[in-house]
């Protein structure tokens, strides 16, 4: 497994934006995929964006295309998450995840495919 630190959340407001971050540890990290998730209170954990090994494979969820932007630089072992153009609906508690396949060809959305998990960083976005 891979240890991961999330960092860059915080309060925005509306149209506002916030760059996450997750840096990683303990496993090779430009051999496997990594993903974002979010957690708002009272909701399941739902996919955000995930980014294959390579970087040149990417996938959004639908809520978020056209305003997030995954990037990984795999010579930091970090893996970002852009967010622009924030709605109060973005609120929650960001989670970044490594894929547990390695070479994986594209990306995934299942959180079970995931077998690494960062602590989380609270997103807060006011109207």
């Known amino acids: 497994q891979v240890q991961l630190v999330e960092s860059g959340g915080g309060l925005v407001q509306a149209g506002g934006s916030l760059r996450l971050s997750c840096a990683a540890s303990?496993?090779?990290?430009?051999?496997?995929?990594m993903g974002w998730f979010r957690q708002a209170p009272g909701k399941e954990r739902e996919f955000v964006a995930a980014?294959?090994?390579?970087?040149?494979?990417?996938s959004y969820a639908d809520s978020v295309k056209g305003r997030f932007t995954i990037s990984r630089d795999n010579a930091k072992n970090t893996v970002y998450l852009q967010m622009n153009s924030l709605k109060p609906g973005d609120t929650a508690v960001y989670y970044c995840?490594?894929?547990?396949?390695?070479?994986?060809?594209?990306?995934?959305?299942?959180?079970?495919?995931?077998?690494?998990w960062g602590q989380g960083t609270q997103v807060t976005v006011s109207s």
């Open positions: 980014i294959s090994w390579t970087g040149s494979r990417i």
């Open positions: 995840a490594a894929d547990s396949e390695l070479f994986r060809s594209g990306t995934t959305t299942y959180p079970k495919q995931y077998d690494s």
């Open positions: 303990g496993r090779t990290f430009n051999r496997y995929g």
